[in-house]
């Protein structure tokens, strides 16, 4: 049976939280987001979330 988007959200919130990601909102320049698209694109990542965190732990 379909979902709705409501189950859709609520079931990427608990994938989210099951990775440990705490949500928090953010203000990002659009040149920012691009960057962060390309690279989920080109790694084949679910997210804009998970490419924004790998990008992160790059920089450790």
């Known amino acids: 049976m379909a979902q709705t988007a409501a ?5 990427q919130r608990q ?4 990775k440990g990601f705490v949500r ?4 990002l320049s659009k040149e920012s987001l691009d ?6 694109t080109e790694n084949n990542l679910k ?4 490419a924004l965190n790998q ?5 450790n």
Do not use: F
């Open 24 to 27: 928090k909102d953010l203000w």
């Open 35 to 40: 960057l962060i698209e390309k690279y989920k």
């Open 7 to 11: 189950e859709r959200k609520a079931k």
């Open 47 to 50: 997210s804009n979330d998970d």
């Open 55 to 59: 990008l992160l732990k790059a920089l």
């Open 15 to 18: 994938e989210m939280l099951d």
